[in-house]
Nanobody, 123 residues
Framework: VQLVESGGGAVQSGGSLRLSCVGT????????VGWFRQRPGKEREGVAT????????IYADSVKGRFTISQSNAKNTVYLQMDNLSPEDAAVYYC?????????????????WGQGTQVTVSS
């Protein structure tokens, strides 16, 4: 299993970014995909999850209404559209996968991880 994130960068407060996570080496629609972030001095937290087999998505309260997770089965890719960003969203963002759709939620344990992509938000 290999996961590669991209799309991070620097934006001003109120701006938007779209992160991408391309997965290879596994059957895409059989694995739950999650986006996580680690802010400086904080523990890693789950942001959103999606199960490509059904398209069912779950969000952390802190990003509901601002972030959207989606998928492209044809491209083996999961996206995280982030709108109305604030400095509190600045972090390294990671994608990860776990097998199956059961417990496809941000607080579950994920097995395979990408290398992360940096998001910087200036006020």
């Amino acid at each position: 299993v290999q996961l590669v994130e991209s799309g991070g960068g620097a934006v001003q407060s109120g701006g938007s970014l779209r992160l991408s996570c391309v997965g290879t080496g596994y059957t895409f629609h059989n694995y739950c995909v999650g986006w996580f972030r680690q802010r400086p001095g904080k523990e890693r937290e789950g942001v959103a999850t999606i199960y490509p087999g059904s398209g069912s998505a779950i969000y952390a309260d802190s990003v509901k209404g601002r972030f959207t997770i989606s998928q492209s089965n044809a491209k083996n890719t999961v996206y995280l559209q982030m709108d109305n960003l604030s400095p509190e969203d600045a972090a390294v963002y990671y994608c990860a996968v776990r097998y199956g759709g059961r417990l496809c939620i941000p607080t579950s344990t994920f097995v395979h991880w990408g290398q992360g992509t940096q998001v910087t938000v200036s006020s």
